[in-house]
């Protein structure tokens, strides 16, 4: 299928999906290092102040946050051109002469538990039914999707609707997204989507990247977090991905304009021990 037709499906029915963009050995290699980073870090995650939903609750699932700096593939990942060329089109569109950047607004990676029910469906754009889209979330499956342990679950069309879904409603029209490891999955922020249930308890890691329009708040400060080795070895378009080049200015004696020509690293900053 062709870029342009999965940008219609984008626009039209909210998601489109694609065959693998990596292979199994990288699938195997990536979910090494994901299982290793949970296990080395997830007693040090602070607390989620927002359970209403029970998004990311430590108790329904393992979570990796801010990939960019546990390893220079997955930022390889999120720069993979099969993505950016659907991605890129999609969300520059309305903005002036089609020209705004795309950035990086979160990089986390989700395991769901064994019989801790679903996810509330939800949208991750905050405000539904915009005109022109804000977010894309990519979904690359590390392991295989399966409708027993916990595949994506959406709601065709529904990032047209101007409204959140209910609370606690299954909704008829409801699909569940399967795949094979490396497949992609790609859904417009606003359109309603939650994780599934997984019954079985098999390993069911997801690679979850959110592209945003460049002045849309970042999840945490790239700017910030990025070890030195890892900044060394990135290119122009990596460095404007991860919006080192749009954060705020500190006042007006820095600069005026909100992005800059320079790329902003903190060469200090080391990951805990």
Same mark, same amino acid.
């Given at each position: ?19 693998? $963009? ?13 299982? /290793?980073?949970? =296990?080395? *870090?997830?007693?040090?995650? @602070?607390?989620?102040? #927002? ?18 700096? &546990? ?10 051109? #099969? ?9 520059? /569109? ?7 950047? $795309? ?5 986390? @990676? ?35 999707? /399966? ?16 409204? *959140? ?5 299954? *909704?008829?029209?409801? &699909? ?7 497949? =992609? ?22 690679? =979850? ?9 970042? @999840?945490?400060?790239? /700017? ?50």
């Amino acid at each position: 299928m062709s870029n342009k037709l999965h940008i219609n499906n984008l626009m039209k029915d909210g998601y489109c999906i694609l065959p693998p $963009v990596i292979n199994l050995k990288k699938c195997e290699f990536l979910k090494e290092i994901l299982n /290793t980073s949970y =296990l080395k *870090y997830k007693d040090l995650y @602070a607390k989620n102040s #927002n359970s209403k939903h029970r998004l990311n609750h430590q108790d329904d699932e393992k979570i990796v946050y801010n990939l960019q700096n &546990k390893h220079i593939d997955f930022i390889k990942m999120a720069s993979n051109k #099969n993505i950016l060329d659907i991605v890129n089109p999609y969300l520059k /569109t309305g903005s002036y002469e089609q020209g705004d950047e $795309v950035i990086i607004r979160q990089m986390t @990676a989700r395991n769901p538990s064994k019989d801790r029910g679903f996810q509330q469906l939800h949208i991750d754009s905050r405000i539904p039914g915009l005109p022109f889209s804000i977010m894309v979330v990519a979904t690359i499956m590390i392991d295989e999707f /399966t409708t027993l342990n916990g595949a994506t679950r959406l709601i065709p069309k529904s990032h047209l609707l101007k409204k *959140y879904p209910q609370n606690n409603k299954l *909704y008829k029209s409801e &699909k569940i997204i399967t795949g094979e490891p490396g497949s =992609l999955l790609l859904m417009d922020g606003s359109l309603w989507h939650g994780g599934g249930e997984n019954h079985e308890g098999s390993s069911r890691w997801g690679l =979850l990247f959110t592209y945003v329009r460049w002045f849309i708040k970042q @999840a945490f400060d790239f /700017t910030e977090n990025i070890p030195p080795n890892i900044f060394s070895r990135l290119h122009i378009k990596e460095k404007t991905l991860l919006g080192l080049n749009s954060h705020p200015p500190i006042d007006e004696f820095q600069r005026i304009s909100s992005r800059s020509k320079e790329f902003y690293s903190n060469k200090l900053y080391k990951l805990p021990m």
